[in-house]
């Protein structure tokens, strides 16, 4: 999401605990009745985020991180939210600004972390003793990426990720940055790295459909806020790019945010993070409703069984439950 529209207010300085509930339900389609209950509520369970982004549900707790403030979180039911891993994204004792933390977090099929990490600029695995990073991909053709924002796996082991400016200091204009284009990538489990065909200004959010035969790519521009959607060819490459859903008519309305991060549940309904909150889009692209929040929504996960959304919200993380359910991130 463009950073102008992040932290609407001044960001809290301690990460705590929280009750109580966010926002409302807009039904939009009676679709959305079989998806959402009439009674359901967004639980808010942590406050004080700095800028809460890439949910992942590990080992009965979420992980989530705190882009600015380089630290991922872990909240659990019994022991509520404590700090797991800090610096998360830049390592470097030498202070900057920005953004420079871990943004897009998920599992491999090892059930290892893996992490777009701003500050370093790559994608990397935390290694099972818990300390030990290793560097996924941080470079195409020798040139660094810019700032790996948003990721996901294959069921044969192929990670996409999305490479906006985001976690360079002056974005675009940052003299750091080597790359001319703001791609979208595919590293093989062997280690080989292979940029898409996929052209957008600022991709950010990524998912696969559930037979994983599509990618999905929002797009966090406000002159062309959308949903991308690609069919995947045998090579893991994409192709036939077209618009799946515009957001621009809520752009319009002045709803805080833009397309940011996405999950599928199992009945191809893409739960989105994008002007207004969550929005929930049928299979052939129709918006069922959102999930509205009221503030910048960056992304969100599926949790517990399955059934449960969790989503982040600014400065706060938040749980729904749901009448479906969506894969969680490690399985295949």
Sequence with gaps: MLRDLHNDTNPPTTVHNAGGTLGTIQRLDPALDGLLAADAKLEILVDGVDWAEGPVWRKGGLLFSDVKQNTIYRWTAADGVRPWL??????????????????????????????????????????????????????????????PNDLCFDAKGDLYFTDPPYGLEKNNADPKKEMEFNGVYLVRPDGGVMRTKV??????????????????????????????????????????????????????????????????????????????????????????????????????????????????????????????????????
């Design 86 to 147: 800090k610096p998360s994204g830049y390592l470097s004792p030498r202070p900057r600004g920005g953004e420079p933390g871990s943004n897009g977090l998920t599992l491999d099929h090892e059930g290892r972390l893996v992490m777009c990490q701003h500050g370093e600029r790559r994608v990397a695995r935390l290694e099972g003793d818990g300390a030990t990073q290793t560097a996924l991909a941080d470079r195409f053709q020798g040139k660094r990426f810019n700032s």
């Design 199 to 332: 052209d957008l200004t600022f991709p950010n959010g990524i998912a696969l459909s559930p037979d994983e035969k599509s990618l999905y790519v929002a797009v966090s521009d406000p002159r062309k806020p959308v949903v991308m959607r690609y069919e995947v060819q045998a090579d893991g490459d994409v192709a036939n790019g077209r618009v799946f859903f515009d957001a621009s008519a809520l752009v319009a309305q002045k709803l805080k945010g833009l397309p940011d991060g996405m999950k599928f549940d199992v009945k191809g309904n893409l739960w989105l993070g994008g002007p207004g909150g969550i929005l929930i889009i049928s299979p052939k692209g129709k918006h069922l409703g959102t999930i509205a929040t009221e503030v910048p929504t960056a992304n969100c996960a599926w949790g517990d069984d399955g059934s449960t959304l969790y989503v982040t919200a600014n400065h706060n993380v938040c749980r729904i439950k749901t009448l479906t359910k969506g894969k969680l991130a490690g399985v295949r």
